[in-house]
């Protein structure tokens, strides 16, 4: 199928999940039901992504089961990972694009796991403030194209790559975010064969096995404004950016490519921010981690374009550097 033929399905395909519940999941109101009045940003870049608040049900009671019993996945297929407090999970991105929000727990510690389709970001945060744990949902609404994400408890909106409260009682606090790994089944299971995995069995109705996002990736067009643009990339090319005392770099995947000389694996030293980095790229996987010393740091792969949308001023590493480990 051509790019122009996918172009015109992904928008069909991703009406069908936003009426998946029927009309009454959409509303007239353009806000969603949330108090805009004052946010930290201005309001005419907060878009109405089409589904009312909820009507991408986040999964709150998460269900698990071991990589034998995995047996939906393929070895491509993407997941996201997070090895904390002694436990592997997984949480496949073909669940995630129908769920977006998974509310979960290691040990007794709350975790928000995150994905926005739009924008292709994976990320993770401690979700208890003031000694509570928080829930949080999807609230329908969206800023520089990126999921709005919103807390139960105070109906603050919450930027998810901003990582930050835009509105509401909670208004400019900040999430913790933690390390978080967007890579493939086959590399994840092969590193953490105890890892247990997001069940398909979510308490909602979904064909889990199509993507309402086909193609989506492939094509040089977003959906929804983006307050800052840069046009050194394809809009989808991915990324693993990383932000350090203040300062923001990308990591484009097709320049860490060009690092790899021999096997599947890149290496390089970088600093940021004042601090020596090590980032690892593995070509094969596509995917990417970010170390200081030996410690994983939480970053965040994305689109390009949603990158720099948030990072208007990032650094971006440029190809054959002579901070490579050969």
């Known amino acids: 199928m051509n790019n122009h033929a996918r172009w015109i399905i992904y928008p069909l395909l991703l009406s069908i999940l936003w009426l998946w519940q029927g009309p009454q999941l959409l509303q007239a109101e353009p806000n969603n039901g949330f108090n805009l009045s004052n946010a930290l940003i201005p309001i005419e870049q907060i878009k109405h992504g089409g589904p009312a608040r909820d009507g991408i049900p986040a999964i709150s009671q998460p269900n698990f089961i071991s990589t034998k019993q995995a047996r939906f996945l393929e070895d491509a297929d993407r997941v996201l ?8 999970k997984a949480y496949p991105v073909r669940i995630l694009n129908y769920h977006e929000i998974v509310n979960d727990h290691f040990s ?24 509570k744990d928080f829930d949080f949902g999807v609230s329908g609404l969206l800023y520089n194209s ?35 790994e967007h890579t493939s089944w086959s590399d994840w299971r092969a590193r953490y064969p105890q890892t247990r995995v997001l069940s398909q069995n979510t ?9 309402p996002y086909a193609g989506y990736a492939d094509t040089e067009q977003i959906m929804f404004d983006v307050s800052a643009v840069d046009r050194r990339f394809h809009p989808k090319e991915w990324v693993i950016g990383v932000t350090i005392n203040g300062v923001a770099k990308a990591y484009p995947f097709s320049h860490l490519s060009d690092s790899v ?19 690892v790229f593995d070509a094969a996987n596509r995917s990417g ?9 939480p970053s965040t792969t994305s689109y390009w374009f949603a990158w720099y949308a948030f990072h208007p001023d990032t650094l971006v590493y440029e190809r054959g550097l002579s901070n490579k480990i050969e």
Not at 146 to 173: C, F, H, M, N
Not at 261 to 276: N, T
Request: hydrophobic share 35%; charged share 20%.
């Open 261 to 279: 000389q021999s096997g599947q694996h890149s290496e390089l030293l970088d600093q940021v921010g004042g601090k020596s980095i090590r980032v």
């Open 289 to 297: 981690r970010i170390y200081a010393a030996d410690t994983l740091l």
């Open 108 to 131: 007794d510690v709350a975790v928000l796991v995150s994905y926005c389709p739009l924008c292709g970001t994976g990320m993770a945060f401690l979700a208890n403030r003031a000694g």
């Open 203 to 211: 308490g909602y109705q979904r064909d889990y096995s199509r993507s």
């Open 81 to 88: 990972g997070i090895n904390m407090q002694g436990e592997q």
């Open 146 to 180: 990126d999921v709005l994400l919103y807390d139960r408890q105070t109906e603050s909106l919450w930027s998810q790559i901003r990582k930050q409260a835009i509105s509401g009682p909670l208004k400019g606090q900040r999430l913790q975010q933690i390390p978080l």
